[in-house]
């Protein structure tokens, strides 16, 4: 019988946050794969854990995720946590987790922190459907080429990001969704815990003055949002207002049809409905 797979996760950075499971779990497996054996260690010396650790990251995901499945196979158990949070989650652990299903081991998941989720729910803005998007890509040209793709997405959207490029992303969201209400949780359970809330054209504002510090996960409302001031002036109202700003015409009917999940077409419809 092939052993078991346990994915824990672990705190996001207030120790209280370790969950009784985790701890039971991390001392009754085989083995401990984690991302940096320094960081775990002092982590599983908190709750006096000494169980074995073996390095699981990045650049040798693959191989080591052939030797955990040759552990699963003769039954000993291996658990997977990250640096943070939950394993899997824009940080190692899916690899390790296809391969334990190949050989038909169980895969178990302890639940716990996870910055994405807790931002969201912080936010303020609607937790029906949400786009999670991990990390930005680190260049303007892809970060926006991003935005433009989940624009229309009808979801809350979230995305992390790292302190020097929050800004530059806000600037880019607010450039390709135009000005929505957003969120920018900045170091969830920690002591400098802060959930800043505006348009984007307010937190870029405030970033762009002062580059932040700490970790960052950015929350953005959708397309068509009644809490969007935005969508709630009339369309030819919208394209004045962006003409005033220096935009011109049909660029702003293209940026109005976005703001609203709709068409160029559609947006032009309603405008001509609107003049009627
Ligand atoms: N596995 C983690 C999770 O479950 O959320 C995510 C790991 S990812 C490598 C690190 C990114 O997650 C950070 O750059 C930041 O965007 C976000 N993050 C992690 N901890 C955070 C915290 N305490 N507050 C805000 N964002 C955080």
């Given at each position: 019988m092939p052993g078991t797979l346990y994915l824990v996760a672990t705190?996001?950075?207030?120790?209280?946050?370790?969950?009784f499971r985790a701890v039971e779990v991390l001392r009754s497996v085989d083995v401990i794969a984690c991302e940096d054996t320094r960081h775990t260690r002092k982590l599983l010396n908190a709750f006096e854990i000494s169980t074995k650790l073996a390095s699981y990251h990045e650049h040798n995901e693959e191989e080591r995720a052939d030797e955990?499945?040759?552990?699963?196979?003769?039954?000993?158990?291996?658990a997977v946590v990250s640096d943070a949070g939950t394993p899997g989650i824009n940080d190692p652990g899916f690899r390790v987790v296809q391969k334990a299903i190949e050989i038909g081991a169980d895969v178990v998941p302890i639940p716990g922190a996870v910055a994405f989720v807790n931002a969201v729910i912080a936010s303020g803005l609607p937790t029906d459907s949400i786009y999670f998007g991990g990390f930005l890509p680190s260049k303007t040209g892809d970060?926006?080429?991003?935005?433009?793709?989940?624009?229309?997405?009808?979801?809350?959207?979230?995305?992390?990001?790292?302190?020097?490029r929050i800004a530059a992303a806000i600037r880019d969201a607010l450039t390709e969704l135009g000005d929505?209400?957003?969120v920018a949780a900045r170091e969830l359970t920690k002591?400098?815990?802060?959930?800043?809330?505006?348009?984007?054209?307010?937190?870029?504002?405030?970033f762009a003055s002062d580059q932040p510090r700490g970790e960052f996960v950015l929350v953005i409302d959708r397309?068509?949002?009644?809490?969007?001031?935005?969508?709630s002036i009339s369309i030819s109202d919208r394209i004045a207002q962006l003409e005033i700003e220096g935009v011109d015409?049909?660029?702003a009917l293209k940026q109005v049809a976005k703001e609203r999940g709709i068409g160029k077409s559609e947006a032009y419809r309603l405008l001509q409905s609107e003049k009627q």
């Open positions: 705190p996001i950075g207030n120790l209280q946050d370790m969950t955990f499945a040759k552990l699963l196979a003769e039954g000993k158990s291996v970060r926006k080429k991003r935005f433009r793709e989940v624009a229309a997405i009808p979801a809350t959207l979230v995305f992390y990001e790292t302190p020097h929505r209400q957003a002591m400098h815990e802060e959930i800043i809330r505006g348009m984007l054209s307010e937190l870029f504002e405030r397309a068509g949002s009644e809490t969007s001031p935005s969508i015409h049909k660029t």
